[in-house]
């Protein structure tokens, strides 16, 4: 069925037993209400979750499905959108400035694949600690915390060949790539598999869409620190984010699930 909205931001918030997913969800959503103009935002949760009435008010759209192995829901997100044009989020994320003028260069592509990440002094990082996988398979340098697709029929045959790398992993760990230390498939790996396998434009020649990722090595730290034990934080009463003294920019995946907090949740509130 065609979108009906232009444009917005969708995020999959599938809850379990010790992360509840959705209130990161509901805190992204709130943050991209407070810095972009074209704030729609959209939830994908599992099917029977409980959501507040704040929650409500805050989500343009709750799609409800059954629930699904991990990562595989995004591989439907060309059939779950209710937008011509998204931004596909990961929900433990901040949009702490406006992403408003990305989307009239992202859209000159069908899919666009976030491909560099930053540290949290805005610089591109060029650790490969985490991508050795990546580089030994000869993937695109896919990150699945921020993704630009049209409603097209390219960026359809890349979420269909998503879900078909995801549902045929183990031939594609057993019998195509080597050093498989994935016994089950990422959505980051799945994207970087599937973009390779495929001759259409995945990728900008910008350096957006990106984000500021806070895994340890990334920003020259150990690789299993946590970030608030290297660096001070702190949100100002504009909503401004600072890490280590430097406001940040981009939309910041802080990857601790614990840093969203009802605290910090009434901070965005209000």
Not at 4 to 33: C, I, P, R, W
Not at 99 to 105: E, G
Not at 125 to 142: G, T
Request: aromatic share 16%; hydrophobic share 35%; with cysteine.
């Amino acid at each position: 069925m065609q979108p009906k909205d232009g444009q917005g931001f969708l995020t999959f918030a599938h809850n379990t037993e010790s992360v509840d997913y959705v209130n990161m969800a509901y805190m992204l959503a709130l943050s991209v209400k407070r810095s972009c103009n074209i704030n729609n935002f959209s939830v994908v949760i599992t099917q029977g979750t409980k959501l507040s009435d704040a929650q409500r008010d805050v989500f343009d759209h709750v799609i409800e499905i059954p629930e699904t192995p991990p990562f595989y829901s995004e591989c439907l997100a060309w059939e779950l959108t209710p937008y011509k044009e998204t931004f596909k989020l990961e929900c433990d994320m901040l949009v702490p400035r406006s992403i408003d003028h990305w989307w009239d260069a992202c859209r000159t592509s069908d899919v666009a694949l976030t491909t560099c990440v930053r540290n949290y002094k805005g610089e591109i990082s060029d650790s490969r600690f985490y991508r050795r996988y990546f580089d030994a398979n000869d993937l695109v340098d896919a990150y699945n915390g921020c993704v630009y697709f049209r409603y097209s029929q390219h960026s359809k045959t890349f979420f269909d060949t998503a879900r078909s790398v995801y549902q045929n992993w183990d031939i594609y760990r057993d019998r195509v790539l080597v050093g498989s230390n994935y016994p089950s498939v990422d959505t980051d790996v799945c994207f970087g598999v599937t973009a390779a396998l495929l001759d259409i434009p995945c990728s900008l020649p910008l350096d957006y869409p990106t984000f500021t990722h806070m895994k340890g090595a990334i920003n020259g730290w150990k690789s299993h620190m946590d970030w608030r034990d290297a660096v001070q934080w702190h949100i100002d009463n504009e909503h401004n984010l600072f890490v280590g003294g430097v406001a940040q920019q981009y939309p910041f995946h802080y990857y601790q699930k614990d840093f969203c907090t009802p605290e910090l949740i009434a901070h965005y509130e209000f």
